[in-house]
T-cell receptor
């Protein structure tokens, strides 16, 4: 149980294009999902907290117009990196907390983004 | 805000030995402390967690201890195996009851278990 998937697992795009990453909770409903970013050999940094049916809450320093988050259902949240640049290349990981459950976060497998 | 320090950054042990990773936190309101294992190129996997109402929790070869007074918690892995080799992250949050479920992570410990 408590499986979270991400799609795609990796993506290469040209500078200036937009990329959408999906995060799905497969066997549970998740009112709250989280998006993290991880650079090589570094820790996870929270980008934003996504709540179903409402606007995401972004961490300080994260541009909400660049990283668009949509949490339209209890099992799906999407992160769109708009006008991507090489410095956006990173490992993006989502996590989900079960609706009505405790604070345990279950993580997806991550999406590796390379912007050329 | 919360700050989590994790030590050591790298740890190398012989198969069968024990490994201990330690974390300290700064926010006295934190009450949820999970540990994650991350293999190369994969997402973090929850291996054990502890809440502030207990001091120790064990699951087979893995145990976590919590000292709320000193604001530190530790991960103990006994009888290590090569497949335990990975990066381990500790984290802390105030939890759903504490008003913020945001996880703040330590910088990670790369554990290598030598056969």
């Amino acid at each position: 149980g408590a499986v979270v998937s991400q799609h795609p697992s990796w993506v290469i795009c040209k500078s200036g294009t937009s990329v959408k990453i999906e995060c799905r909770s497969l066997d549970f409903q998740a009112t709250t999902m989280f998006w993290y970013r991880q650079f090589p050999k570094q820790s996870l940094m929270l980008m934003a907290t996504s709540n179903e049916g409402s606007k995401a809450t972004y961490e300080q320093g994260v541009e909400k117009d660049k990283f668009l988050i949509n949490h339209a259902s209890l099992t799906l949240s999407t992160l769109t990196v708009t006008s991507a640049h090489p410095e956006d290349s990173s490992f993006y990981i989502c996590s989900a907390r079960e609706t009505g459950g405790r604070e345990t976060q279950y993580f997806g497998p991550g999406t590796r983004l390379l912007v050329l | 805000g919360e700050n989590v320090e994790q030590h050591p950054s790298t740890l190398s042990v012989q198969e069968g030995d024990s490994a201990v990773i330690k974390c300290t936190y700064s926010d006295s309101a934190s009450n949820y402390f999970p540990w994650y294992k991350q293999e190369l190129g994969k997402g973090p996997q929850l291996i054990i967690d502890i809440r502030s109402n207990v001091g120790e929790k064990k699951d087979q070869r893995i145990a976590v201890t919590l000292n709320k007074t000193a604001k530190h918690f530790s991960l103990h892995i006994t009888e290590t195996q090569p497949e335990d080799s990975a990066v381990y992250f500790c984290a802390a949050s105030r939890g759903t009851q504490g008003g913020s479920e945001k996880l703040v992570f330590g910088k990670g410990t790369k554990l290598t278990v030598n056969p």
